[in-house]
């Protein structure tokens, strides 16, 4: 199975605050990245697949780069409602695996 | 508008089975395929495995191979997703996403499993 790694694992950040977050896979996974948005008690919401594009609806500061082992999501100017758990999916090969997530919070 | 509605939480004792309903509306099921991703508390997603709603193929999870099976009615348009002999490991909020090009891009609320004698 591809493993996927996550930093950092938590980080304390500011409204307006550039944020990035780093997913690193066990093997090349070309783009079959996704990045999902999870807040208490709901459902995960997609914000980015195939590494860079961005879902339908999901506002712009939000970007994801990368391809083969090291991918990037980037939030370029923090809200309060972005507060939340970000995970990182591929979808390269079965099974398709989760990063442990990244919980970032107010500071 | 694309909604998945789950059933409700339920409670099982150690050994016993369960099914997870979800039913799909806004969009044409047999188009797209259904992953289902669990999370225990406190804890991370799990990808289960995925069907394809157009014929009924499946992907499951090894570490689930034998305990998990998924179906899908078209004429209701609702999936499921089976599991037996419970552990309480699998105590866990059960989600069902619709699949578009691999990735989940509509999902359901979740439905809540305890497996507890």
């Known amino acids: 199975d591809i493993q996927l790694t996550q930093s950092p694992s938590f980080l304390s950040a500011s409204v307006g605050d550039r944020v990035t977050i780093t997913c690193r896979a066990s093997?090349?996974?070309?783009?079959?990245l996704a990045w999902y948005q999870q807040k208490p008690g709901k459902a995960p919401k997609l914000l980015i697949y195939a590494a860079s594009t961005l879902q339908s609806g999901v506002p712009s500061r939000f970007s994801g780069s990368g391809s083969g082992t090291e991918f990037t999501l980037t939030i370029s100017s923090l809200q309060p409602e972005d507060f939340a758990t970000y995970y990182c999916?591929?979808?390269?090969?079965?099974?398709?695996?989760f990063g442990p997530g990244t919980k970032v919070d107010i500071k | 508008q694309v909604q998945l509605v789950q059933s409700g939480a339920e409670v099982k004792k150690p050994g016993a089975s369960v099914k997870v309903s979800c039913k799909a509306s806004?969009?044409?099921?047999?188009?797209?395929?259904i992953s289902w991703v669990r999370q225990a508390p406190g804890q991370g997603l799990e990808w289960m495995g995925w069907i394809s709603a157009y014929n009924g193929n499946t992907n499951y999870a090894q570490k689930l191979q034998g305990r998990v099976t998924m179906t899908t009615d078209t004429s209701t348009s609702t999936a499921y997703m089976e599991l037996r002999s419970l552990r309480s490991d699998d105590t866990a909020v059960y989600y069902c996403?619709?699949?578009?090009?691999?990735?989940?891009?509509?999902w359901g609320q979740g439905t809540l499993v305890t497996v507890s004698s």
């Open positions: 996403a619709r699949d578009h090009l691999d990735v989940g891009d509509y």
């Open positions: 093997q090349g996974i070309s783009s079959y």
């Open positions: 999916q591929q979808l390269n090969s079965y099974p398709f695996t």
């Open positions: 806004g969009y044409t099921f047999t188009s797209y395929g």
